[in-house]
């Protein structure tokens, strides 16, 4: 398997903990259902970046689904988390969201699927802690305008979709700026019951 990603190596790192570019994103220790998600999602173009989906458009899905196994078991060190470059006001709301939501505006509090410590949960969500800031706010941005989309129900569409682009920012300069947690592990499936119902975690 080490042989079969070197393909993925110059984007994603030779452990799959990312590379020096500030887009490119970590694969390693991710749930391997989300992964093998993602890489589907790319192929049947859920997902959009022109050399992925051309480099798995032709595998089988159980090379795909292998490939993600392979990733998921890996566990280099998380990056240093980013310096953010918001004031305090901002950072606060970012927390304040991610931990909390905002009721008034049908925003959901993030931990409450990406759980308490943000690591995630087996088998399709994945932590938020490891991401770096262009990453992040891509991603929010893609579900807002829907070039991302997940199995329905589309849960994080749903959340996007009540994000402002001000949230976007303060979500993604508090989240990046986090320290790694002691045991970055995700939680098994059904540790905790998800606010609503997500299609790519069967609950
Ligand atoms: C040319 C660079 C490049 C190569 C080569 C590449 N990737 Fe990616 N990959 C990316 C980028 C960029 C993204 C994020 C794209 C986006 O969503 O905008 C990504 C996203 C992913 C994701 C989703 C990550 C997440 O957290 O959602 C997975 C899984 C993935 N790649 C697996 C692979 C595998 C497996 C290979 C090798 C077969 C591979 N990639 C090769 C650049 C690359
Ligand atoms: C109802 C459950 C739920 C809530 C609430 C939720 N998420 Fe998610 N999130 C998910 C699921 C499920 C996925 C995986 C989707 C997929 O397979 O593409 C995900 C994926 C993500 C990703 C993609 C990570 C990557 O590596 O590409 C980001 C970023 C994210 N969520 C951020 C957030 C933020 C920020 C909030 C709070 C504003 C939030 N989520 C609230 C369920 C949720």
């Known amino acids: 398997m080490a042989e079969r990603v070197l393909a ?9 903990e990312g590379t ?14 989300y992964l093998a998600n993602q890489v589907i999602a790319f192929r049947n173009g859920r997902r959009h970046y022109p050399p992925m989906n051309y480099l798995l458009e032709f595998l089988p899905p159980d090379y795909l689904k292998e490939m993600a196994e392979y990733f998921a078991s890996l566990n280099p060190p998380l990056p240093p988390p980013a310096t953010p470059a918001v004031g305090e006001d901002v950072l606060n709301l ?22 308490p410590s943000l690591t995630g949960m087996e088998p399709g969500i994945p932590g938020l802690l490891g991401l770096r800031p262009n990453y992040i706010s891509a991603q929010l941005g893609a579900w807002r305008y829907g070039t991302r989309t997940a199995l329905a129900p589309d849960c994080m569409q749903i959340v996007a979709g009540h994000l402002t682009e001000a949230d976007v920012t303060a979500i993604t ?31």
């Open 20 to 33: 020096r570019d500030p887009y490119f994103p970590r694969l390693a220790g991710k749930p391997a259902g």
């Open 8 to 16: 993925c190596a110059p984007c994603h790192g030779a452990q799959g």
């Open 94 to 115: 970012g927390k304040t969201l991610v931990t909390q939501g905002d009721a008034a505006r049908n925003i959901p509090a993030c931990v409450s699927c990406h759980g």
């Open 173 to 203: 300069a508090w989240l990046s700026s986090r320290p790694a947690p002691e045991n970055r592990r995700s939680v098994p499936k059904g540790t905790y019951a998800l606010p609503f119902a997500c299609g790519s975690q069967p609950q």
